[in-house]
């Protein structure tokens, strides 16, 4: 493995990698002495598909420069499908880090199977040095997009999200309960529709959680309308999750109920 070079910024890199592939790819990328950057720290997991949006999102909000995922080739995944889920997850992780305001790129995912040693050195290199000209990650340094990455991290845990994502494999290559199959690409508007839905709300829920705020105040945080922000709030309102605090004067403000506290 390449050595770092002191003094410099090095990114810091989770890699993924499924047991049945990639990870048996990383063992014989080692035993060829392949090189690659010592800045990935591997975990192995049974399948890509383990791999959660949230447990990614998670990893970005705690600081991380980039992640890889790695699993088998489309058709030869030990668990038959897992890889077709792992791709539309992955879709979806990369929209909500741009609606975080996070570069979408520090997020790869790669097919690496146990003879391609050499291609996970490849891809490694390859990966770390994009990562280095992105540069550190400024989640830690700067409230407005650690606020951003919480809220996508809160969005990909939204049942509508983690349904949609869970169901859409098979809604597009079996059909729904009507035996009727769903086109790509409509699918793919409704759940990016659905994504920027739940992350502006979940926003709405980060942003009310530290003080109450006006539908006006938050539409100028977030840049939206304050009549989209209203109706945001009131669907917030009926899953009980936000409440009104008392106005000042005569505009209303709204706090985030936390669950387990009082309203």
């Known amino acids: 493995m ?37 800045n990935i720290r591997a975990v192995r997991v049974m399948c890509s598909t383990r791999i959660s949006p949230h447990l990614v999102l998670d990893i970005f909000k705690a600081g991380a420069d980039g992640v890889l995922l790695g699993g ?62 992105l540069g550190p990650s400024k989640v830690k340094k700067d409230e407005s997009l650690m606020a951003r990455v919480a809220a996508a991290d809160d969005a990909s845990e939204t049942f509508r999200l983690r349904a949609l994502s869970g169901k859409e494999f098979g809604l597009v290559t079996k059909g729904n309960v009507y035996n009727n199959k769903l086109d790509p690409a409509e699918l793919d508007k409704i759940i990016d529709s659905a994504t920027e839905e739940e992350f502006e709300r979940s926003l709405i829920l980060e942003l009310s959680r530290t003080k109450p705020r006006s539908v006006k105040e938050l539409g100028g945080i977030m840049e939206l309308p304050t009549d989209k922000v209203l109706r945001h709030i009131v669907v917030l309102r009926q899953k009980n999750m936000i409440t009104m605090e008392h106005p000042e004067g005569f505009t209303p403000t709204y706090k985030t109920i936390e669950i387990g506290g009082e309203q």
């Open 2 to 38: 390449a050595d770092k070079t002191s003094g410099e910024w090095e990114p810091k890199v989770i890699g993924f990698l499924c047991n049945w592939c990639s990870y048996a790819g990383a063992d014989l990328c080692g035993v060829s002495r392949y090189q690659y950057p010592t």
């Open 72 to 133: 088998c080739h489309i058709g030869d995944c030990h668990y038959i499908t897992g890889n077709y889920y792992t791709e539309k997850r992955v879709r979806l992780m990369k929209r909500l880090l741009e609606e975080s305001g996070l570069e979408a790129d520090r997020l790869r995912l790669e097919w690496v199977s146990a003879s391609e040693g050499e291609k996970f050195s490849k891809i490694v290199t390859e990966f770390t040095e994009h990562v280095r000209k």
